[in-house]
């Protein structure tokens, strides 16, 4: 699993014209954590409708599950792959996404530990302890994401989610929970189509648009 926990380089991608526009510039490309080796702490998928981007997030969401290192917990501890978004309908289509892939294929699908219920699906971690990846609704997402350690968290739609001046649960809360307690390995997501020049996405987006770091990739 050391390939999917240090990352891949783009090889002959970074020299594509898309890939170069898509993440702000030759200098940018050459900067990209994943060149080196690296996997940044924090992903920003921002694009247009129907462009892979659960696609994408749901692959890195397994891989982090099955990739994370355990070691450092205790007895009974059960890590968690968190996806949060506005509303729980609007998760369910990532973990829908999810569940499908997971059952579709003869080598994920020996790794499913029971049957996945309406919103959980736990997975067999090469070391043997059990992990999960759940759905959790924006309005109910501090509490348990503060409860246990994170493998990972998909922040669906999350260019509409409100920031921390904007209201009691909200995104920037989220993620200073997630960071405190990301196991190494893990990756937070924000996925999501370009939606208002306001919010946390928003600000990151302008800020840190063509200037990777081994942190975070917009």
Known sequence: HGVFRDGLPLGELAVDFDVIAAFGGAEAVAALPG????????????????TAKTTLAVAAAIVDALSVDLAGLGPGEIPRVSIVSLKLDVADV????????????????????????AN?????????????????AG??????????????????EAPRMNGREDGVVNLSDALSTIRER???????????????PAGPVYE?????????DPNVVV
């Open 120 to 136: 959980i699906v736990t997975l067999r971690h090469p070391s043997g302890r059990p992990i999960e990846i759940a759905v959790v």
């Open 139 to 156: 309005a109910k997402s501090g509490g348990s994401l503060a409860a246990r350690w994170s493998a990972g968290l998909i922040a669906d």
């Open 35 to 50: 060149e080196r080796g690296l996997k940044p702490h924090e992903f920003y998928n921002v694009a247009s409708a129907r």
């Open 204 to 212: 990151i987006v302008c800020e840190r648009f063509g200037k990777p």
């Open 182 to 196: 990301l196991l190494p390995g893990a990756q937070i997501q924000c996925i999501g189509s370009p939606w208002a």
């Open 94 to 117: 990532p973990f829908r996404r999810l569940v499908g892939t997971l059952e579709a294929s003869t080598v994920l699908r020996g790794l499913m530990i029971g049957e996945p219920t």
